[in-house]
Each structure stands twice: as C-alpha cells, then as structure tokens.
C-alpha cells in the first residue's frame, strides 16, 4: 500500500513532507570526528589502520588501464557504446554551460571584471558497494576536466576482490584518469582534506556517499583551512507532480528506480485524481514485490497550481512533471534540483547521459543551491581598473562613505589618489628628486 495524504488536511501537511532523520545521529558523528582527528594528526599510519579496521584491506593506489581493458573485452557492446554516448553528452552540456569572463563599465573610466580560474586540486568520492557508480564517476570528472582542474585525486572503496571494477576503470579512462584510490569511507575525506602519504590534500571535495561520508564532508568543510564541498547529500528523492494524463505505469516505474537506491530514499507522488493514486498504487505493488524497496507516498491536491506550490515546499532533489502540461509549469518550480518536463523526460536519462550531472542537492537544500556543474570547480576572481582622471572623481565619495563607517584609514587611502595625482602633474617634490 502507498500511504496517502490529503494536501486539504493541513495537520497532515509535515508528515506528508517528512525526512528521515537518521543523520542526526550523534553516535554516528562522534565516531566520524574521531576518524578524521585521527588522519588528520597521523597522516598516513593513520589511515591505514582505520581503512584495515573498517574495511579490512590498506589504501592502494591502482592502475586504471588493465582495468579499463578487462571492460573493454568483457562488457557488452551495447553498454561500451552507451558509456561512450554518456560522455559525449556530459562533456557536450558542460563546455556549453562553461561561465565566460566578463567586464562591465561602471561608469567612464572604471571597470570592473569577473574571470573564472580552475580550482587547483579537487578530490572526487565514487561510492563503491553492492553498485559501484561509475555513472557517478562521469558526472564529476567531466565538468572537473572541462573546467579546468589539473590535479584529479579520486577514491572509492575497496572491493572484496581487490582492484577495480571493470566499469569504474572504463569511467575513470575516458575521463584521462590513470590511477584511483581504493580508500572509502570518513577516513577517505579525511584523508582528501588533511593529505595522507601521498594522496595530498584537495580543495574541493565532490560525490555522495553514506551517513558516515556526509559526515565527514560536512565537518572537513566546518573546520578552519578545510577544504570546500559540492553539496549536502542524503537520501535520494523524487517527486513525480502527475494528473490523469499519465500512464500509471510510468510513474510506477520512475517511482521504483529511485526507491530502489536504499531504504531511506524518498518518492512522492503529487496528484490532482484519485483515480491515478489507485492505478499507481496497483502497479507500485507489483513492481516492488518481493523487493526491498523504500516506501512511497500520494498526496492527493486540488490542481496542478497547488502541487506545483507543494514541491517548492519540499524542494526536492529530482521532480519529474508527467502531465501534457509540463512546459507551463517549468517557470513556477523555483526549489528543485533538476526538473523533468513531460511524460517522455525520464529521471533514469538525467541519472545517466542527458548531459547534466546527477549529483544533486538533496533533504531540502535545493532551496539554496544547485547540482554539481562546471561552477562547482571554478571560482570567480573580480578586477578593477580605474583610470587616473575616474580615481580623482572616486576619491571624495569613496572617502565620505569610508568615514560614515568610522574608516579613517580607508578614507585617507582613497584620498591619497587624488593628491597623488595632482602632485604627479605638477612634478615631484624636490626631496623625491635628489633621492631618485
């Protein structure tokens, strides 16, 4: 059964909405500090032993290429080509959506520019497991690379058999990625923050990951001289927004492809017939019989306008529109992490070779950012070029706004703009000369 809410009923309204708030849990955190401060203050002999004590095996650095070629000879056609494609599409979206510099004039003579420059060093977590993503691996390293950072260090957790998975390598070679620490875990972001033996420290850390991968993100990122990261991540989530112009099928599926990532993960329908909820819920039932699936939730609203207004209060991390009127509704969703117009846009595109990257903000935070893009491997650096006739007309009102702040010195230095002009055009003092 898919439990049902009714948006009329405004009591019900929180659980309707609800998250699961299992990364709240201080055990949990206490243990991640306690990781970290250990890498952080032994380094190396550090992470070994909380790498063999977690994951019974040593951090070890290996080789993408025979990897790569066991892909190459073992997987199917279909999916080298489609792998192929997915690249194409990812790099294609991201040199497109590349920031360009840009300068403006002010006012005459004073301009200001905004240039792009690469981070330095980014750190790239591909979560390993019963699936180990190399889609994930894609998404993050594309951008990374048309934006421009040279220095690429990528973990993943140990497999039980040793080396790479044969996908992960094929990822990582099309990338131009020689190498991949099989390292995961806290210990692994500790490791990506702090440096440890030879992984050296990154300044960005990018790519989802368990409770105790979020964790240790988010405390690296809250420590001083830390490393910034991509995003919060929890729970995967869809919101499918549908009304009777759906096939119930399809939402069912969309639906089960996200549920299936674990058991936390959060799907929601919003829909304006109870007829479809019933339809949903039949095929729901079989699609996930027998399987360990997270649950799924209706919420049964009074027109597409209110549900449009239901998922920007749930900002969700995906939104799939499956109604003949997607296209008027883009323009209203102001909180979601990547939309899906129409009934043919499947969320299953988007998490592969649409060409935008998956890793997306998650338990709400798409109220205040974005999914991974080139963005998050820039940064932007202004510059200001004033000419000597605009400092001299800057001088007075930047002085006057410095010392309604109680800024003497910095009025003082606006100032000395302008009298160091005017003393250039009337020749320097006697005592500069004899110096010179």
Known sequence: ???????????????????????????????????????RSRGWAALCEQSLRIDGALPELVAVAPFAKEARATLPRAALDAMALAKRNIETFHRQTRPRDVEVVTMPGLSVAKQWRALGSAGLYIPGGKSPLFSTLLMLAIPARVAGVEALTLVTPPRREGGLDPAIALAAELC????????GGAQAIAALAFGAGEIAPVDRICGPGNSWVSAAKALVAAT?????????????????????????AIVAADLASQAEHDAQAQVVLVTTSTRLIDSVAREWADRT????????RA??????????????AYAPEHLSLATDHADALVAAIVNA???????????????????????????GAARFTGGVSVLTFMKAITVQRVTAKAARSLAAPAAALARLEGLEAHA???EARASLRVQSSLGAPSSLKERA
Do not use: K
């Open 412 to 414: 003082l230095a606006a």
């Open 224 to 248: 001083p001289g830390g490393p910034g990261i991509d995003l919060p991540a929890g729970p995967s989530e869809l919101m499918v927004i549908a009304d009777d112009s759906a096939d119930p």
């Open 176 to 183: 131009g990625i020689e190498a991949i620490w099989t390292v």
């Open 289 to 296: 019989a027998g399987g360990e699936f997270a649950s799924a």
């Open 337 to 363: 992490g990547a939309i899906f117009a129409g009934h043919d846009a499947a969320e299953t595109f988007g998490d592969y070779l649409a060409g935008s990257s998956h890793v997306l903000p998650t338990d």
């Open 299 to 312: 919420i049964l609203c009074s027109s597409l306008e209110e549900a449009v207004e239901i998922a920007n």
């Open 1 to 39: 059964m898919i439990p049902r809410f009714d948006w009329s009923e405004v009591t019900t309204r929180g659980a309707a909405l609800a998250r699961p708030r299992g990364r709240e849990d201080g055990a949990l955190i206490a243990a991640v500090e306690e990781i970290v401060a250990d890498v």
